[in-house]
């Protein structure tokens, strides 16, 4: 069920190298496009990355983007941010199904965003958009590293019920 994915999710620092099959990417990509969005635009598009030295690069496009140095497989999300306004919140609700759809699997997902990062080469965003030849139009939320983990990973913490909040603050 939806909750046993969730409990179980673990974003993932290093991965096996186990190969992800297509038959999963598009499982995982299949989760994605299907997740809610403002006005049923579904505007999100992914990119499937594989190839070794382009992962290798995509990994130095912030410190945090490490774990794709290890992860068999990238889906890169893009959303063009004139065709909603919502596009931050619509490429959320792709990634955090993806995740889920990855921990149902039994694969992890490790999340990097982009979007208002830095490197050495500057705006991040920039840096990837170059690499996969994404167009300019296109704004790139994240990556999302896929692949059996290689170590167990952080558990997300239980809800706190001083976070639930009943009918008022």
Known sequence: C???ALNNLRQAHNFLTEHVTDTQIEELVHAAAVAPSSN??????????????????????????????????????CVSDQETQEWVEDAAM?????????SSMGLSASIIQFRGHENREGNAEDYVRQLASIPDDMRVFCA?????????????????????????W
């Open 94 to 102: 792709a990634a955090a199904l993806l995740a889920a759809q990855a």
């Open 144 to 168: 999302i590293g896929v692949g059996k983990p290689a170590d167990e990973g952080k558990a997300s913490l239980p809800l706190s019920q001083e976070r639930v909040h009943r009918e008022r």
């Open 40 to 77: 049923e635009l579904h505007p999100c598009h992914f990119v499937i990355v594989r190839e070794r030295e382009l992962l290798d690069k995509l990994a130095k496009a912030t410190p945090l983007a490490a774990p794709l140095k290890t992860a068999p497989t990238a889906i890169l999300i």
């Open 2 to 4: 939806m909750l046993d």
